[in-house]
Every structure is written in C-alpha cells, then in structure tokens.
Nanobody
Framework: VQLQASGGGLVQTGDSLTLSCAASARVYSSAVLGWFRQAPDKEREYVSAIRWGTGRTYYAESVKGRFTISRDTATNTLYLQMSNLQPEDTAIYYC????????????????WGQGTLVTVSS
C-alpha cells in the first residue's frame, strides 16, 4: 500500500491546518496509522496514532489538546487537524501504517508517506 500525505503549507502562529494521508488500498480494521514529524536538524518525532478499526486515538504530550487525529474508513484517508500552531510545530509531517501498534508508535512502521511540510511563522 502507498500513503500520500498532503495539506502542508505556510501558516502563522495560532492558525489551524489539516493534513491528509490517502492510502492507495483498503485499510483493514487491524491496522494502526500514525503521524510523525521531523523538524530541521532534529530526529523524527511521534505525534499521534489511531487504531483504524476502533478509532481509538493517542497523542504525544506536545500536541495533546491541539491536534486531532481521525480517519475516514470509506475513503481510506487519515487526517491530522492541527490548531493553535506554534513555530515549534514546523516540520515535515509523515504518515505511517502498520498492523503492529508498537512498530507505528516507535517509528518502525512498514509503510510511510512521502511527507508534507508545515511551516509556522512567528
């Protein structure tokens, strides 16, 4: 399966933005999908994850209360709604997929999107 991330852009501090990640094939209920980000000169960082079947969501502390992960099972699309964006949210955002929860949240998922750049100006 291929993942296509989109929706990045240049926004100002406090703005909102929604990222999308479209899967090229059906996502089964056993799958786990997540979002990661990598800022310049920093390591890739876990942001959020969702269990496709149940919709249960998980967040990194740094984004809890500001970001919302969701999915559309009919279109096999993953979303990340980001609000109150801050300059430290500037990064390339990647979506990832695996059937193994631990692999997704530790950044070892088998499937990755190409990334979409989010830049937050101060």
């Amino acid at each position: 399966v291929q993942l296509q991330a989109s929706g990045g852009g240049l926004v100002q501090t406090g703005d909102s933005l929604t990222l999308s990640c479209a899967a090229s094939a059906r996502v089964y209920s056993s799958a786990v999908l997540g979002w990661f980000r990598q800022a310049p000169d920093k390591e890739r960082e876990y942001v959020s994850a969702i269990r496709w079947g149940t919709g249960r969501t998980y967040y990194a502390e740094s984004v809890k209360g500001r970001f919302t992960i969701s999915r559309d099972t009919a279109t096999n699309t993953l979303y990340l709604q980001m609000s109150n964006l801050q300059p430290e949210d500037t990064a390339i955002y990647y979506c990832a997929k695996d059937s193994d929860w631990a692999k997704v949240v530790t950044g070892k998922a088998n499937y990755w999107g190409q990334g979409t750049l989010v830049t937050v100006s101060s």
